[in-house]
């Protein structure tokens, strides 16, 4: 078959721009080009680390106007671990997970663990506690939500530790709803409310203004402790990261940040 | 607009409403009782108190109507309990309520005794009954003749402003649509239906003590 001049050099260009996207479909990635995150990491000698800006006490602006908390210690420390500098980079509820897959973040702090987060990231070991409990003074023994019979109990309205406790308290329990923390901690600090149901971060707040009614924690509700996360498919980066955990943790640094932030040591079998 | 309305999910809660609702009203009547009462006696101080007795009355009517009613109802419920005097949420919004009525009524009651002709006085001290006597007999029931539809209205205003000791955990009508809304995420329909609550009861409150106020003050120029 013999085709005309400019057929051929038709064909000839449609061959050409045939083969180049064969080959660039074959041998090229959707996306920009990364042999693996620890790598360039380790190459570019920066970690960037998501964050929240306003999440007392693990990160909140402090009266020198820098962010500090738990995850600020822990970022630094994951660096320090890796030998790369950190650099932290506020996030949102919204915008995180998007961050994390994108490469503006390579890796999130504070993330709790579900199902359908683990379908689009993967999570390390937890490295936080996190956990709704119910807290009151020293003097008031409380050991289960039995002991709330008879008890006022201040909560923030709406929230998980509303619909818990309202799930395990015996009838005769006074719960009083409150539009924000701000009334549940009113309530409990001028003895209005015997005890009151709030996350661990909460609780770490109210301790850390030393207040007349110290809140002790009496049991837990529901506990979900914070993990960090990588993008999907970064193993190396995760084993890393698992790894330098399990150093903190043995050398005691994870139970001194938790201390000093968290005002209560971890538990045993963290 | 992709908001469905779905009232029927606002069903299984009619008992907490109708609670909610009788606590309302509860509130509203003790602190109409008391605060009325109360104004009566404060008015009367001061109008024709002694020197100190009416100061003090007029820096607590200028207080309270300067203050907003929230910030008043906080400082009871949270602030005193500083001072060692703690109350329960319902005692602290009775407390709270009646507060404030007192100080609007105070001058209400004051302007309708001063509507009244001083020459009504003079005659019941001519005729030689006691100053007292002439108060209660004479000026009083002309006085509250004549501001009865603002004292109406002042404790219908009670009534509504009563929706903010939802804020001390009370389990009236506003803090029981908030406990419905987080419940059911139906923040439109919930906040609705209380609207048009608050609404009949106004409303029903008002036609009532009109009413009364017809028998109470029959045979007046009105």
């Known amino acids: 078959m013999t085709f005309s001049t400019s057929r051929r050099i038709t064909l000839l260009q449609g061959f050409a721009l045939g083969s180049t996207l064969a080959i660039g479909l074959l041998t090229g990635r959707a996306g920009p080009a990364s042999a693996d995150a620890l790598d ?15 999440f007392p006490p693990f990160a909140s602006l402090g009266s020198d106007m820098t962010i500090q908390g738990y995850d600020v210690d822990m970022a630094e420390s994951l660096a320090k671990a890796l030998g790369v500098k950190a ?14 897959a994108e490469g503006k973040v390579d890796a999130l702090l504070s993330i709790g ?21 119910v807290m009151g003074p020293e003097e008031i023994a409380v050991k289960g939500p039995a002991d709330l019979a008879g008890k006022t109990i201040a909560v923030n309205r709406g929230t998980l530790e509303d619909t818990e406790v309202t799930k395990v308290a015996p009838a005769d329990a006074d719960i009083q709803r409150y539009n924000d923390y701000n009334g549940v901690i009113s309530a409990f600090l001028s003895g209005q409310a015997q005890l009151m149901v709030v996350g661990n971060d909460v609780g770490a707040t109210i301790l850390a203004k030393d207040p007349a009614i110290k809140p002790v924690e009496k049991f837990l509700l529901l506990t979900s402790p914070s993990n960090m996360a990588v993008k999907k498919g970064e193993t190396g980066l995760q084993q890393k990261l698992n790894e330098i955990l399990i150093g903190m943790k043995k050398d005691g640094s994870l139970n001194d940040m938790a201390v000093k932030w ?5 538990a045993a079998d963290f | 607009m992709g908001y469905e309305l779905d009232f029927s999910a606002l069903a299984g809660y009619l008992g907490l409403f109708l609670r909610g609702a009788g606590v309302t009203l509860g509130l509203t009547a003790i602190a109409a009782t008391f605060g009325i009462a109360l104004s009566i006696g404060g008015a009367a101080t001061a109008r024709w108190g002694l020197g100190w007795a ?38 602290a919004a009775i407390l709270a309520m009646t507060i404030n009525l007192t100080a609007y009524a105070i001058e209400i009651v004051r302007a309708g005794i001063e509507s009244v002709p001083p020459g009504q006085r003079e005659a019941g001290i001519a005729l030689g009954l006691k100053p007292v006597k002439v108060f209660i007999y004479v000026v009083l029931p002309q006085a509250l003749a004549n501001v009865y539809p603002a004292l109406v209205s002042q404790i219908i205003i009670t009534m509504l402003e009563s929706a903010v000791v939802s804020q001390v955990a009370v389990m009236d009508l506003t803090h029981v649509a908030d406990y419905i809304q987080s419940r059911t995420y139906r923040a439109f329909e919930t906040y609705f239906i209380i609207a048009l609550a608050y609404l009949a009861m106004a409303v029903g409150l008002r036609w009532l003590m009109t009413r009364a106020g017809s028998r109470l003050f029959a045979g007046r120029s009105r």
């Open chain 1, 113 to 133: 663990f579900s199902d359908e987060r683990a379908q689009v990231v993967d999570f390390t070991d937890p490295y936080a506690p996190y956990y709704i409990a």
């Open chain 1, 40 to 54: 360039d990491i380790t190459k570019a000698g920066v970690i960037k680390i998501g964050i929240f800006e306003d």
């Open chain 1, 87 to 100: 650099e932290l980079v506020g996030i949102t509820g919204q915008n995180r997970i998007p961050f994390l």
């Open chain 2, 54 to 91: 009416r100061a003090l009355v007029i820096a607590y009517v200028e207080l309270i109507r300067n203050t907003p009613f929230l910030v008043q109802l906080f400082f009871i419920f949270f602030g005193l309990p500083a001072l060692g005097i703690k109350m329960t949420a319902m005692q």
């Open chain 1, 262 to 266: 968290l005002k209560q040591p971890l």
